[in-house]
């Protein structure tokens, strides 16, 4: 007969529904302050800058090409760049489905379990649903790639389950499907792989027999997650950079390592206080006794299990070796990137969970049915439990609610962070608090010097202060740490850039797309140089190149225009200006040169007086009213409409601005003295 809660005869079907709808109810609400978080770190990678989700060949990208960050999950762009068509760059709706996936998962836990006739798989649905440590998958939406491997990787088990108990022909549907699902859990992440050793748990769990036809149909799953594995070692070895001394740990380090982070995993589990972002990355010798300590307390446990079959059965053994099993990818024994900075993270542990949850859960379900005269009681410490649960994952969902928070929080938690600082720094630059951004990367170098995105970074905001030669030493420092890195290579150009030095940026700008191809920055950084150098047909072709990455780059289309005048055709240039506006009605070299164009064009088949002065206004308005290149363009604006005086005041004041010996000063002097003849300017421009 099938198992299932509901064929209890003391729990009706009602109360089933019941139970769930209050479990996807009450997880939904204790993700709330997540709902509307924004982009996170990564996520400008995964989503806001990520061109393979908006060009036109970016499918065929994500699926054969290696261009995709991190590693290899096709999956998971791909439903990125759905929801990209969908909502655009709204956070709430890729925030949502991460939270339903999650929801979706807790009910998979759930079925699972019951099918396996595990004692308070409702209870392990409830704590896997509401543990506040799979808040870093839930509320990160880079971490898509966990909730959503999690789907097809218990979808995977439950279809296994069904395999096993059907006995007609139609199992071997099931088992093609389970095939299927596999996969689509491994391109969603390669972390999948261990899903071969939950098959096998499962038979063992079962009592079957683990003879030769069962190993031959595990065969497949081996095959395919040994070579999804491989190829995520490699490309985490030669496409992520980890590579080098800092990623150079002998086995017995790694050893170390693995068994102390298993360790770790499990505290945080039975008790999740001061969890954070990023954890203090710990160091392990193997000169060191004191750190064989937890290796030593791991033995014992595997003695204690074995000792404690007779009385608890297969139970004990599976839910541990279930937990070290999915772990075992992310806990040292292969180098991932994050190690650089942390050899643990709350998302590692987002399945394997399951095992020690399952284990804690039946535990409380086999004492309530021991002790009956305690039901009571003990159902009301579960639901206290889940409460208490509730409460941590809603405080800790606040902590992902905006970036700087996450920052600011993680730097709380663990202040030697430089992770956290550099990362600060970034989020600071962008609100243009430049000095505090400044004093965060300086952090970042102290505690670690080789960090050559800190290096780069710095050098961006200094550019911004203007100190150039200051930026231009931190950028060549990057360069020479990091030269592979089209990050670096385009900071190294813009600072090159503003020292004047056209071919010298010209040339690094070319070195990051030789390792990027599809960069947009680095093209459309490239046709302000070729614009500053007077190629126009380099310009444009890189002005179109990215836009035919990122259609909706605005100054990309502002750069055309201006090539695109420059060459004489006024209509085209005129239709990339309008162009900009639709993108971002708030550019103000958009609105103030389309302005100048229907202001003081000479052909009058393209003047037009009322919008020219309307969009020099409002560049005016956007631009302070104090920049005097903004400021000579309405005042061309009002005497094309006729009202001279008010020009003359105009262009007095803009030249009050203006160094005098400049040619702006020349050109506006030129201009008042046209005014005050009752003469609108005319510019030519050849066609």
């Given at each position: 007969?099938?198992?299932?809660?509901?064929?209890?005869?003391?729990?009706?079907?009602?109360?089933?529904?019941?139970?769930?709808?209050?479990?996807?109810?009450?997880?939904?609400?204790?993700?709330?302050p997540?709902?509307?978080g924004?982009?996170?770190?990564?996520?400008?990678?995964?989503?806001?800058?990520?061109?393979?989700?908006?060009?036109?060949?970016?499918?065929?990208?994500?699926?054969?090409?290696?261009?995709?960050?991190?590693?290899?999950?096709?999956?998971?762009?791909?439903?990125?760049?759905?929801e990209?068509?969908?909502?655009?760059?709204?956070?709430?709706?890729y925030?949502v489905?991460?939270?339903?996936?999650?929801?979706?998962?807790?009910?998979?836990?759930?079925?699972?379990?019951?099918?396996?006739?595990?004692?308070?798989?409702?209870?392990?649905g409830a704590?896997f649903?509401?543990?506040?440590?799979?808040?870093?998958s839930?509320?990160?939406?880079?971490?898509?790639?966990?909730?959503?491997?999690?789907?097809?990787?218990l979808?995977?088990l439950?279809?296994?389950?069904?395999?096993?108990?059907?006995?007609?022909?139609?199992?071997?549907?099931?088992?093609?499907?389970?095939?299927v699902?596999?996969?689509?859990?491994?391109l969603?992440?390669?972390?999948?792989?261990?899903?071969?050793?939950?098959?096998?748990?499962?038979?063992?769990?079962?009592?079957?027999?683990?003879?030769?036809?069962?190993?031959?149909?595990?065969?497949?799953?081996?095959i395919?997650?040994?070579?999804?594995?491989?190829?995520t070692?490699?490309?985490?070895?030669?496409?992520?950079?980890?590579?080098?001394?800092?990623?150079?740990l002998?086995?017995?380090?790694?050893?170390?390592?693995?068994?102390?982070?298993?360790?770790?995993?499990?505290?945080?589990l039975?008790?999740?206080s001061?969890?954070?972002?990023?954890?203090?990355?710990?160091?392990?010798?193997?000169?060191?006794?004191l750190?064989?300590?937890?290796?030593?307390?791991?033995?014992?446990?595997?003695?204690?299990?074995?000792?404690?079959?007779?009385?608890?059965?297969?139970?004990?053994?599976?839910?541990?070796?279930?937990f070290?099993?999915?772990?075992?990818?992310?806990?040292g024994?292969?180098m991932?990137?994050?190690?650089?900075?942390?050899?643990?993270?709350?998302?590692?542990?987002?399945?394997?969970?399951?095992g020690?949850i399952?284990l804690?859960?039946?535990?409380?379900?086999?004492?309530?049915?021991?002790?009956?005269?305690?039901?009571?009681?003990?159902?009301?410490?579960?639901?206290?439990?889940?409460?208490?649960?509730?409460?941590?994952?809603?405080?800790?969902?606040?902590?992902?609610?905006?970036?700087?928070?996450?920052?600011?929080?993680?730097?709380?938690?663990?202040?030697?962070c430089?992770?956290?600082?550099?990362?600060?720094?970034?989020?600071?630059?962008?609100?243009?608090?430049?000095?505090?951004?400044?004093?965060?990367?300086?952090?970042?170098?102290?505690?670690?010097?080789?960090?050559?995105?800190?290096?780069?970074?710095?050098?961006?905001?200094?550019?911004?202060?203007?100190?150039?030669?200051?930026?231009?030493?931190?950028?060549?420092?990057?360069?020479?740490?990091?030269?592979?890195?089209?990050?670096?290579?385009?900071?190294?150009?813009?600072?090159?850039?503003?020292?004047?030095?056209?071919?010298?940026?010209?040339?690094?700008?070319?070195?990051?797309?030789?390792?990027?191809?599809?960069?947009?920055?680095?093209?459309?950084?490239?046709?302000?140089a070729?614009l500053?150098?007077?190629?126009?047909?380099?310009?444009?072709?890189h002005?179109?190149a990215?836009?035919?990455i990122?259609?909706?780059?605005?100054?990309?289309?502002?750069?055309?225009?201006?090539?695109?005048?420059?060459k004489g055709?006024?209509?085209?240039?005129?239709?990339?200006y309008?162009?900009?506006?639709?993108?971002?009605?708030?550019?103000?070299?958009?609105?103030?040169?389309?302005?100048?164009?229907?202001?003081?064009y000479?052909?009058?088949?393209f003047?037009?007086?009322?919008?020219?002065?309307?969009?020099a206004?409002?560049?005016?308005?956007?631009?302070?009213?104090s920049?005097?290149?903004?400021l000579?363009?309405?005042?061309?604006a009002?005497?094309?409409?006729?009202?001279?005086?008010?020009?003359?005041?105009?262009?007095?004041?803009?030249?009050?601005?203006?160094d005098?010996?400049s040619?702006?000063?020349?050109?506006?002097?030129?201009?008042?003295?046209?005014?005050?003849?009752?003469?609108?300017?005319r510019?030519?421009i050849?066609?």
């Amino acid at each position: 007969m099938r198992y299932g809660i509901a064929q209890r005869p003391f729990v009706s079907r009602w109360r089933v529904y019941l139970y769930l709808l209050l479990l996807v109810v009450v997880t939904i609400l204790a993700y709330r302050p997540a709902w509307h978080g924004g982009f996170l770190w990564d996520d400008d990678a995964y989503v806001t800058n990520n061109e393979l989700l908006t060009a036109p060949d970016g499918l065929r990208r994500i699926w054969f090409s290696f261009e995709s960050p991190s590693q290899y999950f096709p999956l998971v762009y791909t439903t990125f760049r759905i929801e990209r068509a969908l909502w655009g760059l709204n956070p709430t709706g890729y925030h949502v489905v991460n939270v339903l996936l999650h929801v979706a998962n807790a009910l998979l836990v759930w079925r699972l379990l019951a099918r396996l006739r595990v004692p308070g798989a409702w209870l392990a649905g409830a704590i896997f649903a509401l543990h506040p440590v799979q808040v870093e998958s839930v509320a990160w939406i880079t971490e898509r790639k966990n909730v959503l491997m999690g789907f097809f990787f218990l979808l995977t088990l439950l279809t296994w389950v069904e395999f096993l108990e059907q006995q007609t022909t139609r199992r071997w549907r099931l088992y093609l499907l389970a095939l299927v699902l596999y996969a689509l859990a491994l391109l969603s992440k390669t972390t999948a792989c261990t899903l071969p050793a939950a098959l096998l748990l499962i038979l063992w769990l079962q009592k079957r027999a683990i003879n030769k036809e069962r190993l031959v149909q595990i065969v497949p799953f081996l095959i395919l997650g040994i070579a999804m594995g491989l190829l995520t070692v490699w490309w985490e070895r030669y496409h992520q950079g980890t590579r080098g001394p800092l990623f150079a740990l002998g086995p017995i380090e790694r050893i170390l390592i693995a068994s102390r982070a298993v360790w770790f995993y499990l505290g945080k589990l039975f008790w999740p206080s001061n969890l954070t972002f990023i954890y203090p990355r710990w160091m392990a010798s193997p000169t060191q006794l004191l750190d064989y300590a937890w290796l030593a307390a791991g033995g014992g446990a595997c003695a204690a299990i074995a000792l404690a079959r007779k009385y608890v059965g297969r139970s004990l053994e599976v839910a541990a070796l279930f937990f070290v099993a999915t772990l075992s990818p992310v806990i040292g024994f292969i180098m991932l990137y994050t190690f650089r900075y942390t050899f643990v993270a709350d998302h590692y542990q987002y399945l394997a969970s399951i095992g020690p949850i399952a284990l804690a859960s039946a535990g409380i379900a086999t004492l309530a049915a021991t002790f009956k005269g305690s039901r009571h009681f003990i159902f009301g410490a579960g639901i206290c439990l889940l409460a208490v649960l509730t409460m941590l994952t809603w405080r800790q969902s606040t902590m992902y609610v905006d970036i700087e928070a996450l920052w600011r929080t993680t730097i709380g938690r663990n202040p030697d962070c430089w992770m956290a600082h550099n990362n600060l720094g970034i989020v600071l630059a962008q609100k243009n608090e430049i000095d505090e951004a400044i004093a965060h990367y300086r952090k970042t170098l102290e505690m670690s010097p080789d960090f050559a995105d800190a290096d780069y970074n710095l050098g961006n905001v200094l550019l911004q202060k203007g100190e150039i030669d200051a930026a231009l030493l931190h950028c060549q420092r990057a360069v020479a740490i990091q030269p592979n890195d089209p990050d670096a290579q385009v900071a190294l150009g813009n600072a090159l850039f503003q020292k004047g030095l056209i071919d010298e940026s010209i040339v690094h700008y070319q070195k990051a797309l030789a390792i990027r191809p599809y960069y947009v920055t680095a093209h459309y950084n490239l046709s302000s140089a070729f614009l500053k150098k007077g190629e126009i047909d380099e310009a444009i072709f890189h002005c179109q190149a990215a836009l035919s990455i990122q259609p909706e780059h605005a100054d990309a289309h502002t750069n055309l225009a201006a090539a695109l005048l420059q060459k004489g055709e006024i209509g085209n240039a005129i239709e990339q200006y309008e162009k900009t506006l639709e993108i971002a009605p708030r550019s103000v070299p958009a609105l103030n040169n389309l302005a100048w164009i229907f202001a003081t064009y000479s052909d009058p088949a393209f003047r037009d007086g009322p919008k020219a002065l309307e969009l020099a206004q409002e560049a005016n308005e956007f631009s302070g009213r104090s920049n005097p290149v903004i400021l000579r363009t309405l005042a061309a604006a009002h005497a094309n409409a006729g009202q001279f005086s008010r020009a003359i005041e105009v262009c007095q004041l803009a030249l009050s601005l203006t160094d005098r010996q400049s040619p702006l000063a020349n050109a506006l002097q030129q201009e008042i003295a046209e005014y005050q003849a009752g003469l609108p300017y005319r510019e030519n421009i050849k066609q």
